[in-house]
């Protein structure tokens, strides 16, 4: 006595109710509905048959706990109709690449479970993803231009077009260190800097707060980028800021707790850093540095410190407080001698408004940071047509595997996810693992049996820069 079930051409279910039946959600009946849906995540149910529903709590009770978004409309012999406006959640998991708008994503692990298969194809995917619209129609050496030489990000960092000398070259990509290598060696130290470039990465992002005395720790801590500073999950539970002490005080402490991911033997002998000794580390090194403006008061004391060491053309200054990075064009509004400012900055977004690029340019940055979710063609290219350079960033871990769960098309952050990112064109990406993005891109380049090497380890003007910070530690 039971309902049937049809389904139309429109992917519409059809349940047709049989006249004995006293509802189509009721006995066995509701079990079969339970069960279709369950394993074929309809969106919508029509319901036709005779007679009145009678089970409508049972309606209430069953699709609610199902936990999908299900229209009901009963139409019965005498014309009577109800709709129940059930409020539903939607089953399917939200897809990184429609959020970035990619109509034809390469395959998940699902697909392919083979890990090595499956990086093969994400690297042919990626490089037709940034070379194949412009050139597969095309076979005209003065259409088929270089792309590359767009190592930097933007205008200032090699955002151009290469020369027409008739090769497809893949975009270059500069990879950086988000708070060094984070998974390798504790972060925010020389170690974990130096981990990352030879890991194949440009340059590293990193953490800057003014502690009590004056001097400058490279730092993250706990908190949002609001109340950061946190030492707790850092500082094996210790309370309060980093802000409330001295140098002394704060390379005292141990690096031990929750909000660290390296093996644990790598914390023993780490402390807090003072960015002037990572300073003289990048000096040497010529590495690029993001240095994000996380504490307040920064601002000043890191410039200076900056121009002490000489190292202005190595250096980004970038914030999600915009009016950090303004105040520094403000205090140096040099310009080279192609009109290009001399300090460079990066404005950080975490979810960009409609009128970010306008933002941006209000404090007159250099560089737009987008969250590595939000880093979408359009908006890259709005960036790049404003003449700024791009970077994408990934959040802190713990937050980004939050994400990973809550996506249904990536499984961890892994080559998958940086190339979904990069075919919106970006200039930089500042990840967590630079190895894997500099396994991806090499793989890209290789395959396009290119010489001029797309990871970009040498482009004078591209430094990438770091992520923001979420209430769970992202940047």
């Known amino acids: 006595c039971g309902p049937t079930f049809s389904i139309r051409q429109d992917r519409l279910l059809v349940l047709r109710q049989s006249r004995r039946s006293h509802g189509p959600l009721k006995g066995r009946g509701g079990a079969h509905l339970a069960h279709f849906l369950l394993h074929q995540q309809k969106i919508r149910l029509i319901v036709v048959g005779r007679g009145r529903m009678e089970s409508r709590e049972s309606g209430r009770i069953l699709l609610p706990l199902l936990g999908f978004s299900i229209e009901i409309e009963i139409d019965n012999c005498r014309c009577d109709r109800y709709q129940y406006g059930l409020q539903r959640r939607d089953h399917a998991p939200p897809l990184l690449s429609e959020k970035l708008g990619i109509d034809e994503p390469p395959p998940t692990h699902k697909d392919i479970q083979c890990a090595e298969t499956r990086k093969e194809v994400i690297s042919e995917w990626l490089r037709s993803s940034l070379i194949g619209d412009d050139n597969e129609d095309d076979g005209d050496a003065d259409t088929n231009a270089n792309v590359n030489g767009n190592n930097g990000e933007g205008s200032g960092e090699g955002g151009g077009e290469g020369e027409a000398d008739g090769s497809t070259k893949v975009p270059a990509i500069k990879v950086l260190g988000h708070r060094g290598a984070l998974y390798e060696a504790p972060e925010n130290t020389i170690v974990s800097f130096e981990t990352a470039l030879e890991q194949g990465a440009v340059g590293v992002e990193l953490d800057v707060f003014k502690l009590r005395c004056g001097k400058l720790a490279v730092f993250h801590g706990d908190g949002s980028d609001v109340l950061p500073g946190g030492l707790r999950s850092y500082c094996d539970g210790r309370e309060g800021s980093i802000?409330?002490?001295?140098?002394?005080?704060?390379?005292?402490?141990?690096?031990?707790?929750?909000?660290?991911?390296?093996?644990?033997?790598?914390?023993?002998?780490?402390?807090?850093?003072?960015?002037?000794?990572?300073?003289?580390?990048?000096?040497?090194?010529?590495?690029?540095?993001?240095?994000?403006?996380?504490?307040?008061?920064?601002?000043?004391?890191?410039?200076?410190?900056?121009?002490?060491?000489?190292?202005?053309?190595?250096?980004?200054?970038?914030?999600?407080?915009?009016?950090?990075?303004?105040?520094?064009?403000?205090?140096?509004?040099?310009?080279?001698?192609?009109?290009?400012?001399?300090?460079?900055?990066?404005?950080?977004?975490t979810e960009p408004p409609e009128d970010f690029v306008e933002k941006a340019k209000e404090v007159d940055a250099t560089k737009v940071h987008l969250r590595y979710d939000t880093c979408t063609k359009d908006r890259v290219d709005a960036i790049h047509d404003a003449g700024l350079d791009s970077m994408a960033w990934c959040r802190g871990p713990t937050t980004m595997r939050k994400d990973m769960e809550k996506f249904g098309d990536v499984k961890e952050e892994d080559e998958h996810v940086y190339s979904l990112v990069l075919q919106s064109g970006v200039q930089a990406m500042c990840v967590n693992r630079p190895d894997k993005l500099s396994s991806l891109v090499e793989a890209v380049v290789d395959e396009g049996g290119d010489d001029n090497n797309g990871v970009n380890k040498d482009d004078e003007d591209e430094h990438p820069k770091k992520q923001e910070n979420n209430d769970e530690n992202d940047s």
Do not use: W
């Open 243 to 349: 802000v409330n002490l001295t140098a002394e005080e704060a390379q005292e402490l141990p690096l031990k707790g929750a909000a660290h991911f390296c093996p644990e033997d790598k914390l023993e002998e780490a402390q807090i850093e003072m960015l002037e000794d990572v300073l003289e580390h990048a000096k040497e090194s010529g590495h690029e540095l993001k240095i994000e403006l996380k504490g307040p008061g920064t601002e000043e004391p890191v410039v200076e410190l900056v121009e002490q060491m000489d190292m202005v053309d190595q250096v980004t200054f970038s914030s999600f407080h915009h009016d950090r990075i303004e105040k520094i064009r403000k205090m140096r509004p040099q310009v080279d001698e192609e009109g290009k400012h001399v300090y460079k900055t990066g404005a950080l977004f």
